[in-house]
């Protein structure tokens, strides 16, 4: 689903940013 795709495309740009 669109929630979950903006989900993991956060998660990808906290990682890194890290």
């Known amino acids: 689903s669109l929630c ?3 989900f ?3 998660m990808k740009m906290l ?3 890290n």
């Open 4 to 6: 979950f795709l903006l």
């Open 8 to 10: 993991y495309i956060s």
């Open 15 to 17: 990682l890194l940013y």
